[in-house]
């Protein structure tokens, strides 16, 4: 995973939208594609950027595919966002 993919990933708002439904647990590529009004060639094109990117998990059980985020690289995504948060703090610090 490299933050290139990650951030290519999530600039499309039904790939954001993906990940969102995906916050209460894995889902089929069925059950995903239904919430969308796109051809099931469009989600599987979004569920493969995501997965490249590190964003999810694939888990194959008979004849489903299973999605479910992969915590992990939003941790290692808000370690990388919250350096700009820290910078902010220590030059309040120095300001005193």
Do not use: C
């Amino acid at each position: 995973m490299g933050f290139p993919e990650t951030f290519k990933a999530l600039s499309d708002p039904i790939r954001r939208d993906i990940l969102l439904m995906l916050r209460s647990g894995r889902m089929s590529a069925g059950e995903i594609a239904a919430r969308f009004d796109l051809t099931g060639a469009t989600v599987s094109y979004h569920l493969s950027i995501l997965k490249k990117a590190g964003l999810l998990f694939e888990t194959r059980e008979k004849n489903f595919i299973y999605y479910e985020l992969n915590i992990s690289v939003f941790e290692e995504l808000m370690l990388w966002i919250s350096q700009f948060m820290e910078v902010k703090d220590d030059e309040e610090k120095t300001d005193d």
